[in-house]
């Protein structure tokens, strides 16, 4: 298996910390960043990876983070999440801002930064988290269901710009999670976060970095193009099953 070093953004929690995780278990040489630099360094203790801080939101900061490293096979772009829940009539303009910025420029701008170093590996692979949310827009979703369109409509035109060089292009879609995506969504309310899960069985960070793990071990002329994966509770953006005792 071709591992290499593998750079995963977002990894001081839920998808990002558990694919740092997965992908350090396999052998590969793992880079991670992040905020808030506690996190980053005990989960870079934890895992054996390399760790230097990171706002995909700030060019500065993504340069200095590229700066340091030489040699790249795969770049998982999976910081990002959503602010808010409200109705476009009630829309804060700067929180859709703040996520068009972390989804998809950060996702950009690490790409842009990248791409040499994973031409040259001979097989770069880069890995995109989007979401069910680029798929189907729900009520009180839009300024995350645009950011993750986006993000989507990037990896697709991205897969057709590099057909022909060495370079894999993969996008990983999942439904719900339970990470912090939704305490950070609903400003801290650890309640409301609960909540979303009530009574269902979503996926965990675990599952979602096995589906990562597996589309960067397939060999070389093997391209995941974008997959997408629901927990069974759940059969689209909004349709979820729920059981009536809560549990
Ligand atoms: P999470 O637990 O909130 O993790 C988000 C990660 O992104 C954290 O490590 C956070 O670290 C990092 N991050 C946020 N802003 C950043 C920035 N400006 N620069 C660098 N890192 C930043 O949520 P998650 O569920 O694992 O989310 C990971 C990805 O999965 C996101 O792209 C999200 O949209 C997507 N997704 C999540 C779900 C879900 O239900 N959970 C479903 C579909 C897709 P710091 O705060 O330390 O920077």
């Known amino acids: 298996m071709n591992t290499g070093v593998a750079v995963v953004t977002g990894a001081t ?81 700067d929180e859709w801002r703040a996520m068009y910025d972390v989804n998809v420029l950060g996702t950009l701008r690490m790409t842009k930064k990248l791409l040499p170093l994973l031409e040259a590996s001979g097989d770069g692979h880069v890995v995109t988290v989007g979401s069910i949310a680029g798929y189907e827009p729900y009520v009180r979703g839009a300024g995350y269901n645009a950011a993750k369109f986006a ?64 589309v960067v071990t397939r060999p070389p002329h093997v391209n995941i193009d974008a997959l997408v994966v629901l927990a069974r509770d759940q059969s689209g953006a909004t349709t979820v099953y729920r059981r009536e005792d809560g549990s």
Do not use: Q
Request: proline share 2%.
């Open 13 to 93: 929690s839920g998808i990002g910390e558990a694919t740092a995780r997965h992908l350090a278990g396999l052998g590969f040489d793992v880079v991670i960043g992040a905020r808030r630099e506690g996190r980053l360094r005990e989960v870079a203790e934890s895992i054996g990876a390399r760790w230097e801080m990171l706002d995909v939101t700030d060019s500065a900061s993504v340069d200095r983070f590229c700066a340091k490293i030489d040699e790249c096979r795969v770049l998982v772009n999976n910081a990002g999440g959503a602010l808010g829940l409200d109705r476009i009539e009630d829309a804060s303009v």
């Open 151 to 214: 993000e989507r409509a990037f990896s697709r035109v991205l897969r057709m710009e590099l057909l022909g060089r060495p370079v894999r292009v993969s996008e990983i879609d999942p439904g719900m999670v339970e990470t912090e995506f939704s305490t950070v969504r609903l400003h801290g309310d650890a309640e409301r976060a609960r909540a979303v899960y009530r009574g269902m069985t979503p996926l965990s960070a675990d599952d979602v970095a096995e589906c990562i793990s597996f």
